[in-house]
Nanobody
Framework: VQLQASGGGLVQAGGSLRLSCTAS????????MGWFRQVPGKERQFVAS????????AYAESVKGRFTISRDNAKSTVYLQMNSLKPEDTAVYYC?????????????????????WGQGTQVTVSS
């Protein structure tokens, strides 16, 4: 399974970006996908996730109301629409996917709930 993320870039504070991540692999059907982010010297943090069949979503408190996660089942693609971006959103954003068994709701923000990781895409928000 490979995850290919795209959509990062440089944007001014208050602007928007949309990240995409497509999962590829023989007959791979995710049970959940999500986004995490990391800044140098800090641990990777949860941003948002979506359970594939149920479509319910989870968000970090810091992005609630500004970011929206969605998915396109036919394309095995997850999106992260980021609005009202702030300088503190600057990070490398990683997409992640879980195959196999269904993810329980309480585990939607846990890194170890995900089996596969993408290469990361840089998001830089200037003040």
């Amino acid at each position: 399974v490979q995850l290919q993320a795209s959509g990062g870039g440089l944007v001014q504070a208050g602007g928007s970006l949309r990240l995409s991540c497509t999962a590829s692999g023989n007959t791979f059907s995710p049970s959940a996908m999500g986004w995490f982010r990391q800044v140098p010297g800090k641990e990777r943090q949860f941003v948002a996730s979506i359970r594939w069949r149920e479509r319910n979503t989870a968000y970090a408190e810091s992005v609630k109301g500004r970011f929206t996660i969605s998915r396109d089942n036919a394309k095995s693609t997850v999106y992260l629409q980021m609005n009202s971006l702030k300088p503190e959103d600057t990070a490398v954003y990683y997409c992640a996917a879980r195959g196999g068994t269904r993810m329980i709701v309480s585990a939607m923000s846990a890194q170890n709930s995900f089996d596969y990781w993408g290469q990361g895409t840089q998001v830089t928000v200037s003040s």
